[in-house]
């Protein structure tokens, strides 16, 4: 048996009908093929633009970043490579007590190094750094000497022997070990003041 509808709930029926075959249309039809992809895109180039700023932001603070990392490489290298303090004095106080120290060092079941005499030597300047030089005479049996070297040659800060000579005392010896005597120029070198204001 059919319902029969009256006229007015065949008005609704029919805009009903209406409605759904638009909504329907606009999804089968444009939302499908034109607005979901549109969105996508908008929603990928949000993205693509926020990557972007966050990457220009990124250069714009390299080179400050590249200048701070130089600093703390230049400082670094002349915390391990130079001598410390104001003034030459003070420095080659310092390169004094560095020697004194890896002479000690040398010392291994009662054999060893000792130092006779030393004397601080005038060093030249130049391009911005002084260098610190100190004539040194020590009594030295062979392996604490050839330690000795190779601390001077690994130690920090940098030192370098730039002349050595070496003679055998034939009248000197420790249980059959012949003493050396050994005279040497080591020279360190530090930062000078005109140098630091520079590189600041």
């Known amino acids: 048996m059919r319902l029969k509808l009256k ?3 065949q008005r609704l029926v029919a805009v009903t009908l209406a409605l759904a075959s638009v ?4 999804l089968l039809l444009v939302h499908w093929w034109f607005t979901a992809p549109l969105s996508v895109m908008n929603e990928e180039a949000r993205t693509l633009d926020e990557t972007y700023q966050h990457y220009q932001v990124l250069l714009a603070q390299r080179a400050p970043l590249e200048k701070q990392l130089a ?3 230049a400082q670094g290298l002349a915390a391990q490579t130079l001598l410390s303090g104001n ?3 003070a420095a080659g106080a310092q390169l004094m007590g560095l020697l ?4 000690q ?3 291994i079941n009662g054999h060893s190094c000792s130092i006779s005499n030393r004397m601080p030597v005038n060093g030249n300047s130049d391009n911005g750094f002084s260098a610190v030089k100190i004539n040194v005479n020590l009594d030295c049996e062979s392996e604490p000497l050839a330690r000795l070297l190779y601390r001077l040659e690994t130690g920090h800060p940098t030192l370098i ?3 050595m000579s070496l003679r055998k005392l034939d009248n000197s010896t420790t249980n059959g070990r012949h003493h050396i005597n050994v005279q040497m120029l080591i020279t360190g070198y530090l930062r000078t ?3 630091t204001e520079v590189q600041q």
């Open 100 to 103: 004194a120290s890896y002479v």
């Open 193 to 195: 003041a005109a140098s």
């Open 71 to 73: 600093n703390v490489q």
């Open 105 to 107: 060092e040398t010392a």
């Open 87 to 89: 003034d030459s004095g």
């Open 23 to 26: 909504v329907l249309g606009y």
């Open 161 to 163: 022997v730039e002349s």
């Open 7 to 9: 006229p007015l709930e």
